[in-house]
Nanobody, 125 residues
Framework: EVQLVESGGGLVQAGGSLRLSCVAS????????IAWFRQAPGKEREGVAC????????YYADSVKGRFTISSDNAKNTVYLQMNNLKPEDTAVYYC??????????????????WGQGTQVTVSS
């Protein structure tokens, strides 16, 4: 069974930083697509960034370019989302998601069949 477990969320002031982690388990696929999404109250789920698990490819939503960095440690089956210069509008539940068929520069939730439970990020002004 594929499992994705996020951690690292919390409360931070505007301008601060957080690093989210997502540990993947339950499969042996060597290279796959991994993504971060977020959902704020009353809003649709939004794609933030995606990457190949090998780390060779990344893709970002315009709203986070230059502030967020997605990276992966394939040996640890862990993907990270480094979030800098956080803004109140970044407040949301952040989810990691996986597509074991491969990596595509797509931030569409329907592309990813496997999801974690989410971690809350709150940015105060």
């Amino acid at each position: 069974e594929v499992q994705l477990v996020e951690s690292g969320g919390g409360l931070v002031q505007a301008g601060g930083s957080l690093r989210l982690s997502c540990v993947a388990s339950g499969f042996t696929t060597a290279d796959y697509g991994i993504a971060w999404f977020r959902q704020a109250p009353g809003k649709e789920r939004e794609g933030v960034a995606c990457a190949s698990s090998s780390g060779g490819f990344t893709y970002y939503a315009d709203s986070v370019k230059g502030r967020f960095t997605i990276s992966s440690d394939n040996a640890k089956n862990t993907v990270y989302l480094q979030m800098n210069n956080l803004k109140p509008e970044d407040t949301a539940v952040y989810y990691c998601a996986a597509d074991l068929t491969g990596w595509y520069p797509i931030l569409d939730a329907t592309q990813y069949p496997h999801w974690g439970q989410g971690t809350q990020v709150t940015v105060s002004s």
